[in-house]
């Protein structure tokens, strides 16, 4: 079964302990499930995902939010998935739900940036090739302040961006994907029009 999207959702809150973002339907079992968010500096750990699975993460440096990837294979989750914060905070949440997955050893290769200056693009690349030739990729860009945008390269496609906030304390969340057919070690570049500090992550998942 050739890797697709099923469905996504993103939302955002201003400033609570809690977010809550709701598919369409419930997930179908045995899909692969993508969480990413973006909170304020300081918010701490995530509660009560132990079912999911930490693909990636930038909590440190620079004074900036923090960008957090899980992972899940579906086994009969609602539509709707709470995240819990330690403290009220800014949060954007995306989930994203493919088919044509694998049920086991699905995390491949993993990647991060950072630019705490005022940059209008960030490189994101993963550390190393991937191990089979269809992989499932995600990039995820999370800003500190609001943007305009976004642009990916690399034949990554756009699937989400959304910000919260107000003034210099907005927060602002952009993901795409690419889905590929020949083993490689993948990149991509977001690009937007107003220069913010931003960090970014991308996993590479392995299909059936």
Not at 86 to 103: H, L
Not at 106 to 123: E, F, K
Not at 157 to 180: C, F
């Amino acid at each position: 079964m050739p890797i697709a999207q099923v469905q996504k959702v993103i939302d955002d809150t201003n400033s609570a302990t809690t977010i809550t973002v709701t598919l369409a339907a419930p997930p179908t079992d045995g899909n692969l499930l993508v969480l990413m968010f973006i909170t304020s500096s300081g918010s701490g750990e995530p509660i009560g995902l132990g079912s999911w699975s930490l693909a990636a993460s930038q909590s440190s440096g620079g004074g900036l939010n923090e960008i957090r990837l899980y992972y899940k294979v579906a086994a009969s989750d609602a539509a709707a998935l709470t995240v819990t914060f330690e403290v009220a905070t800014r949060c954007v949440a995306a989930v994203a739900e493919y088919s044509g997955m694998a049920s086991t050893n699905l995390l491949d290769q993993t990647g991060s940036a950072i630019d705490t200056g005022t940059p209008t693009s960030l490189l994101v690349s993963a550390a190393g090739a991937t191990s089979l030739a269809d992989e499932l990729l995600i990039c995820m860009v999370g800003h500190y302040g609001n943007v305009q945008g976004p642009t990916w390269t690399d034949s990554f496609t756009a699937q989400g961006d959304r910000q919260t906030g107000t003034g210099q304390t907005h927060i602002d969340l952009q993901w795409a994907d690419r889905i590929v057919a020949a083993t490689g070690t993948y990149s991509t570049t977001a690009g937007w029009t107003t220069g913010r500090p931003s960090r970014g992550l991308i996993a590479t998942f392995r299909a059936t």
